[in-house]
């Protein structure tokens, strides 16, 4: 009996048409859980370095969490793995939504496509019942669209779909996959996805999920859930709205958005408009939100309320997310929240991430203002800002014109313009557009996040620690006093002794040593969350979470009969973690590729900063260029990754 | 005829505070799941969130009694725009659909208030609805003593099952002259 996965991935080779029903090593799950540490570990085993994202070889695998589907509220991501596009490394957006427990339902943890269709086709998993269809009459159809007329023409209401729009097909490398209000967006997954010409997987399930200790499990759920409606019924104090709360950024719950609209950086991430949040402002965007907004929903099994049914004028419904409500609005420096709820309709139906797309919008802007790109580029193009933008989108999508070189993204696109379009690619980290944020001090935490996760994108990385010191004493007193979720009680002196200013300040302290200490926790609990596939902001992406280092081992323990405690669970995603950055050196990830952007910060410290990444090296058990220890390394019973790093040279033979 | 007092159990649905997101029925399926919480399927609970979520439909309806014949009519909804397929929005377990009946073996499924020993403190599904979209409350009425009734009614049915209904009436209707005679 296996408990909390099904312990089988479906296979299907879309060059033959083969599919396959497989059953999983039970091992596996007491090596890398499931989601993300059991994804990464399938393109370890099977996707060798040379593989490109476009090549038949590079799998896309949509993957469940392990605790998919369990009574755990908020356990619902679906993770999408492929090679990106993009950045050429492993890629894994996610998405909430209502896909993954249904596939679980069916019964399988993955959905593993290989291969290319040779014409468009869509997947429909009914329990074993497991189809490709033919899909030449969805070509062009948008995202959501696409959802709809399945859900029609196979007459289930209940059927959950992922699919792609004109961004995926047109392989966009900053194309997503669209589900529900769900969107796996970061990396292009949704390129690779149009690339294997496949338009959509449709999922139905029916059958029982397995649990090993049903009572135990409730037992923690009713603590859990008794949190949850505290927090729910007391927001933290002093801390911005949007982040007061559980759940990701509560933009759809809440109109007051000072925080992101002046902290933040508008336009191709440049200029951060202080005193923006004026009366007016917010008298139009409340009243424009109240009428935008039908209903707050949710997620599968979630009762926070982060998305909403969007039901605006002329706009036919669609479903939003919480950041893009800012980021279409702020790049194009449009003022009037009525522009938001019109282009987030047609980027999601293009199927294009919203956070890398409008930054791409943003950088043609400049460049066709500083004249690299010419009045012939923008033919025919609008000259009002939102008219513009809404121009530049279609051509993206389409791959129009200029519109082809910037459907590649900020960074292949300023490459291929060239005439010092470079210069204005001024905010990507890694060939990815990194969240638009330009501050003062150099921080210290945030700088090592910027620098080394995996997931590049900054707000995917941080969450449990503040993102500022508390001037007042008594504040960070009171703050620490219920702090459960800590994985020791030293961090509270940590958070004690930061100072907005003088010695225990940024950049010096955190000191190197603690920044690594609170740096590895906050992403022990991504992967973790990741391979369980929890949503972050009830966990590693929020501010006293219900889900934490003390309460995880006995949820995963009860659901899966593993025995877990705190310890081995760190172990145990670290494995994972170490896996993953040995599988992106292989693909060429080096030291010198590991810094956030150059404007990031206004005062920079290069000393200090190399000081922070090798203590932080060192602190994971890498060596001075980030590679994996032989010791670290077997120390994880990943003895055959230090082999392939040696064989390849990249790790020294005896180098430590 | 005697009174008694009755407890009647009701939940309340607040469909407007509705998000979707069917903790209902994963807690409904744990609970009755055998042993129990030893498993989870939405498709075996008793409550079911009609979703239809571009259309602003999120209607949670609890399974009602099961039918072993369907009815007379059909009823059909259109909501804006929209045409659902026929009793869509219907709580019974009935022979004309597959909504409230266990996917293996068919057998109908009713919602039983989580009735439990020792009780709960409320049905499952309210407990995990942190929204309040589902509110549990009891209250006592006063009805007319039909305990006994019941029982008869039980007796007599198995009498019918046994013999028939003609021979049963024609033995009431002998039973009855003897004693006018």
């Known amino acids: ?141 948008g995202a959501i669209e696409t959802q709809e007329i399945i859900r029609e023409e196979l007459g289930d209401l209940q059927i959950q779909v992922s699919a792609i729009g004109l961004g995926g097909e047109n392989r966009c490398a900053v194309a997503s996959i669209e589900q529900s209000r769900g969107s796996c967006s970061r990396g292009g997954a949704g390129a690779v996805m149009g690339d294997k010409n ?160 409008p930054q791409i919008l943003a950088f043609a802007v400049e460049l066709y203002e500083a004249g690299i790109l010419t009045d012939e580029d923008f033919k025919g193009c609008p000259t009002d800002k939102e008219g513009r933008f809404f121009w530049l989108l279609d051509r993206v999508a389409h791959r129009e014109g200029i519109g082809d070189l910037l459907a590649d993204g900020t960074y292949w696109a300023a490459k291929r313009i060239g005439k010092g379009a470079e210069q204005y690619d001024h905010n990507t980290t890694k060939k990815h557009e990194q969240m638009i944020i330009k501050l003062g001090m150099l921080d210290p935490l945030y700088y090592l996040m910027y620098s080394t996760n995996e997931k590049i994108s900054i707000p995917q990385v941080e969450g449990n620690w503040p993102q500022a010191p508390f001037p007042r004493m008594e504040d960070r007193e009171a703050f620490v006093e219920d702090w459960v979720q800590l994985p020791h009680e030293r961090f509270k002196k940590y958070f ?79 494995r994972s973690r170490n896996l993953h950055r040995a599988y992106n050196i292989l693909r060429g990830l080096k030291r010198e590729d590991e810094k956030p952007p150059e404007d990031h910060w206004r005062r920079r410290f290069p000393e200090l900063e190399k000081e922070l990444l090798t203590t932080y090296y060192k602190f994971k058990g890498w060596n001075e260029e980030g590679v994996p220890t032989r010791e670290r390394l077997e120390g994880l019973d990943l003895p055959y990754v230090a082999d392939e790093l040696e064989k390849r040279g990249v790790l020294k033979n005896g180098q430590d | 005829m005697a009174k008694i007092n009755k407890t009647i159990k ?100 009713k919602c039983d208030m989580c009735e439990d020993d020792p009780p709960l403190e409320e049905p499952l599904c309210v407990q995990v609805c942190l929204n309040d979209v589902l509110t549990y409350a009891e209250r006592e009425e006063e009805v007319d003593e039909d305990t006994v009734l019941d029982d008869a009614e039980i007796a007599l049915q198995s009498l019918i099952d046994e013999y028939g209904m003609d021979v049963l009436l024609d033995t009431v209707n002998r039973m009855l002259q003897k004693e006018v005679e």
């Open chain 1, 1 to 141: 009996m296996r408990y909390a996965e099904t312990g089988y991935n479906l296979e299907i080779d879309l060059s033959t048409g083969n599919i396959e029903r497989v059953e999983t090593d039970p091992r596996l799950m007491e090596l890398f859980l499931g989601g993300l540490g059991t994804n990464v570990k399938i393109h370890w085993d099977r996707v060798p370095p040379e593989t490109q994202a476009y090549d038949p070889e590079n799998l896309l695998i949509f993957s469940t969490g392990l605790l998919c589907g369990t009574p755990m509220h908020s356990a619902n991501r679906t993770l999408i793995s492929c090679i990106s596009p993009q950045t050429n490394l492993l890629a894994y957006p996610m998405m909430g939504g209502f896909w993954s427990p249904e596939l679980k339902h069916a019964g399988y943890d993955k959905v593993i496509f290989r291969g290319k269709s040779p014409k468009l086709v869509y997947i429909y998993i009914n329990n074993d019942k497991v189809e490709i269809r033919d899909a030449t009459h969805l070509k062009g159809k």
């Open chain 2, 10 to 109: 009701t939940i309340t649905v607040d469909a407007d505070k509705c998000n979707g997101c069917r903790a209902c029925e994963i807690a409904c399926s744990s609970f009755h799941a055998e042993p129990k919480y030893s498993s989870v399927n939405p498709a075996r609970a008793r409550i079911h969130v009609i979703t239809d979520r571009l259309r602003g439909i999120w209607l949670p309806i609890f399974a009602g009694e099961y039918t072993p014949a369907e009815c007379m009519g059909r009823n059909k909804y259109i909501i804006n725009g929209k045409e659902y397929d026929e009793c869509y929005f219907c709580r019974a377990s009935c022979p004309s659909r597959d909504r409230f009946k266990e996917p293996d073996s068919g057998l109908p499924l």
């Open chain 1, 198 to 357: 496949l338009k959509a997987v449709a999922v139905r399930g029916t059958k029982d999920i397995y649990m090993a200790d049903g009572v135990k499990f409730w037992e923690v759920m009713d603590e859990v859930r008794a949190f949850i409606r505290h927090r729910n019924e007391n927001p933290l104090p002093g801390i911005m709205p949007i982040l007061a709360g559980l759940g990701s950024p509560q933009s759809m719950l809440h109109i007051d958005e000072q925080w992101h609209t002046e902290s933040f950086a508008w336009g191709n991430a440049r200029v951060r408009r202080r005193n923006f949040w004026t009366k007016e402002i917010e008298k139009s965007w409340g009243e424009s939100q109240t009428e935008a907004i039908e209903r707050l929903i949710s997620c599968y099994n979630c009762t926070q309320q982060c998305g909403a049914l969007i039901s605006y004028r002329d706009v036919p419904n669609y479903l939003m997310k919480c950041f893009s409500k800012l980021t279409y609005g702020m790049a194009a420096y449009v003022d009037d929240l009525d522009f938001t709820w019109r282009i987030c309709k047609r980027a999601f139906e293009y199927g294009l991430d919203s956070f890398s797309t």
């Open chain 1, 496 to 574: 004690l002794d930061w100072e907005p200013r003088g010695e225990f300040s940024n950049p010096h302290y955190p000191t190197p040593e603690i920044a690594s200490e609170i740096v590895d926790w906050m992403e022990t609990l991504h992967n973790i969350d990741d391979a369980i596939g929890l949503c972050a902001g009830v966990g590693s992406f929020c501010l006293k979470p219900p889900y934490h280092i003390h309460n995880y081992p006995k949820l995963i323990s009860a659901a899966t009969g593993l025995d877990l405690d705190e310890d081995s669970l760190t172990h145990t995603v670290n």
